[in-house]
């Protein structure tokens, strides 16, 4: 534990300070970097998680639905739904 929370944040945050730096431009690899608050330096480490989104190449949106008044097509190979 650290005074601030430093631990998988969405921006590197300062742990002398608390300072979030949403503008901070991901880099390779671990890196040392001054904090734009109070200027003491310390190291980012970069945890990256990687995710796929992965979609039908071809819908066929043969079949229909009908919810709440609104008509919508179904893709029958991957279920992709889009208002018809
Ligand atoms: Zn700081
Ligand atoms: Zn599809």
Redesign the pocket.
């Known amino acids: 534990m650290t005074k601030y929370d430093t631990d998988y944040t969405n921006y590197p945050v300062c742990p002398y300070c608390g300072h979030e730096h949403d503008d901070y431009v991901y880099a390779e690899g671990s890196e040392d970097y001054d904090c734009e608050a109070c200027g003491e330096e310390f190291s980012i480490e970069p945890d990256v998680e990687i995710t796929y989104t992965t979609?039908?190449?071809?819908?066929?949106?043969s079949d229909f639905r009908e919810a709440k008044g609104m008509k919508f097509e179904v893709?029958?190979?991957?279920?992709?739904v889009r208002s018809a």
């Open positions: 979609s039908c190449k071809t819908h066929d949106y893709c029958t190979r991957c279920g992709a």
